[in-house]
């Protein structure tokens, strides 16, 4: 009886070791799982700042995540996933060493399920990196989409999607608000005192876009950013490279602790088992 015991008691403690291992690594991957992703792209819209190189930094970490290189007046890069979490952003001339003194630095909190534009703006002598909330959802049926202003050529400007004013003297390096608009393919009219420059813009149903007003080779240039491809939808991003920088890495599955849990108890009740028959069979 008193080997009979002690296997127990054995068993017992293997199981509930096993357990609580299992349970001590779930956990961590759920808490893991539950800090959640984000996105985020980075724009140069000041039309007379040299081309830049553009990085992103994770809180306390020196290595940059994204790095975009020589990028030039009217880029906006592809939407990038990233864990959320505290970010730096720094500017530094192109060419410019990693190590060097950045020319400009903002920080950004990214929140799970939530995107952001963060974009050089003014400009050269007043450049200062402007963190833009995205908007990813829209009323159902309907089209969201705000203007962005580029333009130091024409310092305010008036636009419009069809008969729906978008903007009204909006003035350079300045942002609208977005605002619902019936979906479809729509004339987008941008009125200055340079005169009216007209061209075609297509939004579909729960879809959201940033239109961003640009100083082009002959004229102001509108070009149409999509922020989300549907209502609530996660934005459209690069193919996780980071830009020449680390790739971002998702939250991992709790299925390989889910495994462990099985496997270790598993173990423990074999293992405890045979211990007890080899007591049993020495008594």
Same mark, same amino acid.
């Given at each position: 009886?008193?080997?009979?015991? &002690? ?70 890069? @592809? ?18 060493? @990693? ?39 829209? @009323? ?120 462990? &849990? ?22």
């Amino acid at each position: 009886m008193k080997h009979r015991s &002690i296997a127990r008691r054995l068993l017992t403690l293997l199981a509930a070791s096993a357990l609580l291992l299992g349970i001590s690594a779930a956990t961590s991957a759920f808490a893991s799982a539950s800090t959640g992703t984000g996105w985020i792209r980075l724009a140069h819209l000041s039309p007379n700042t040299p081309a830049v190189d553009v990085y992103l930094y994770s809180f306390g970490n020196s290595n940059a995540e994204i790095v975009l290189h020589h990028v030039a007046y009217g880029t906006v890069s @592809p939407y990038e996933s990233v864990a959320a979490g505290d970010y730096s952003v720094a500017m530094r001339a192109a060419g410019a060493s @990693p190590t060097s003194q950045p020319v400009l630095s903002t920080s950004v909190t990214i929140k799970t399920g939530h995107a952001y534009t963060v974009a050089g703006m003014g400009p050269e002598s007043g450049l200062r990196l402007q963190v833009l909330d995205d908007e990813l959802t829209t @009323p159902m049926g309907q089209a969201r989409v705000r203007v962005i202003q580029a333009s130091l050529k024409q310092q305010t400007v008036t636009v419009s999607f069809g008969s729906t004013v978008l903007a009204s003297n909006l003035k350079f390096a300045n942002v609208s608000s977005y605002q619902t608009v019936m979906p479809g393919t729509q004339t987008v009219t941008v009125s200055s005192a340079g005169g009216n420059v007209t061209s075609s813009a297509t939004l579909l149903a729960g879809t959201v876009h940033t239109l961003v007003v640009l100083d082009g080779a002959n004229g102001l240039e509108v070009v149409n950013l999509e922020d989300a491809a549907g209502s609530g939808q996660p934005p459209a991003g690069g193919a996780g490279t980071g830009f020449g920088g680390t790739a971002p890495h998702g939250p991992g599955s709790p299925a390989p602790w889910l495994a462990v &849990i099985g496997a270790g108890s598993l173990l423990a009740l074999t293992g405890g088992l045979r211990m007890r028959r080899q007591l049993h069979a020495g008594t």
